[in-house]
């Protein structure tokens, strides 16, 4: 009886999910499905692969992400809301977004009256706080959509007319979009006295910002009591705070300081033209023409010798009025000594070479700076020279030597430098440890000698080879670098009772200790 059931039972079932799967067109999955997608999903209802692999429930976030792309974004620059989501490595999407509850289900769940703006990429402040949601956030736009400029939403609040650009934030902030917050001292005018209570329309007719004149004359030329004569630089006498206070100081602002009778002495009586159009030298001669009694033969700087006190005393200060002060024998030495020409067209070299050449007994060798080592009291009094200048500083010994031991003839540079040419007599060594005699010997004393062979070479003395007398490796004169060779055989050739039938490294059986003491390594 039961098996008379079954077979029924069995056939009703195939049929109607073959009717089934022929009316929806779905698979075996589709009927499992626990609900219908969203409307935006719904061409995917079919396909399950799209959202789902078998067996392989955390494939699921990868799927989600492979078509929302913009969210991958997000969350790969952990930017915008879900980018700031903590932990969303390890976050299910289905978690917040659960599917299969309808064709008009909502699965963002995003409440907007506990949404925390915060976690996006434009936090709310000042004003924006109390701001609708729709003010920003147009109906069919995404919310990642939504422009984040000022000037997207306040183009028609900017009553410049975008003049100075589409970058509010420079002056607006949040809090009030009235209230301007611009640094005018950040513009290559900053506001300063008066200017600071001017308002912006004063400057900035018709709110024309770009390319605005900073000249005074432009805005004061109408306070301009001079009529243009002193010319359109009005700072120099003007200042921001007060137009009527003169500040212009002609001993500052000028390259010629007003002293002694020049102060009393009218304007006009040097500006005569326009104050800028004419341009007026600054030479006593320029004026004085008339009262040089010299005739042009001590040339136009008047000012050499006369002062601004009084034109007839005439007072010439070599130290104080040019760039050689006379100093020991050169202050009793006349002028035309010196100047033998035109006192003022001949130029007149200042180094000691220039009169003191045929004093030179150095021949040039030492160049022409022959206050390194001579002075102005007497050229041979106390002559100084500082060694430690040289290619050769004196130290030890060297310092207390004449200098006539060194030096036998005044060309200095002669001497030569190394160690051997000076101390050649004394070298006990006839030149087998070469001619640097500095390996060895130090210029504290010529017999206060230091060798370290174990340090400073490349093969060490021990056994029988400690304490050996150099002279008995080294025979021959050598000069610089000396270069001896480290092989036994090179001085053990005639204990070589082998006649060579072994090599020449005799180290494999030999030891420095003793030669006879055969050990095989």
Known sequence: MKNRLAIPLALGILMTISYISTATATNLETLMMPGELIQGHAKYE???????????????????????KKVAGDI???EGFHG???D??????????????????????????TFDHDVTDYPLKGAHVNVKCRSCHKPAKKYRETPAQCNDCHKSDDPHRESLGKDCAKCHNEKSWGKAIFDHDKTDFPLKGKHKDTTCEGCHPNERYKDTPVECVTCHRIN?????RYGDKCKNCHTAKKWKDIIFSHDKDTKYRLQGKHIDVKCDSCHRGKLYGVKLGTACYTCHKNDDYHKGRYGQKCQTCHGFNDWTKAVFDH?????????GKHKKVECQECHKGNIFKEKIGTECYTCHRQNDKHKGQEGKKCERCHNENDWGDKVVFDHGLTRLPLIGQHAITPCEECHLSASFKAAPLDCFSCHKSEDKHKLRLSNDCGLCHNPNGWELWRFDHN???DYKLDGKHEGLDCHACHTKPVLNRIQLSTAC???HQEDDIHSGRFGQRCERCHMTKSFKEIVLH
């Open 76 to 78: 790969t620059a952990k």
């Open 46 to 68: 079919n396909d399950c692969n799209n959202c789902h692999q078998r067996f392989k429930k955390a494939s699921q976030n990868k799927l989600c992400l492979k078509c929302h």
């Open 88 to 113: 969303i490595s390890n976050t299910e999407c289905k978690s917040c977004h659960t599917e299969h509850k309808g064709r008009k289900a909502d699965i963002v769940l995003l409440d907007k009256e």
């Open 455 to 457: 340090t400073q070479t």
């Open 319 to 327: 130290d104080t009025k040019t760039d050689y002060p006379l100093r």
């Open 84 to 86: 700031r989501i903590k």
């Open 224 to 228: 301009d009591v001079h009529d243009g």
């Open 489 to 491: 055989s090179s001085c």
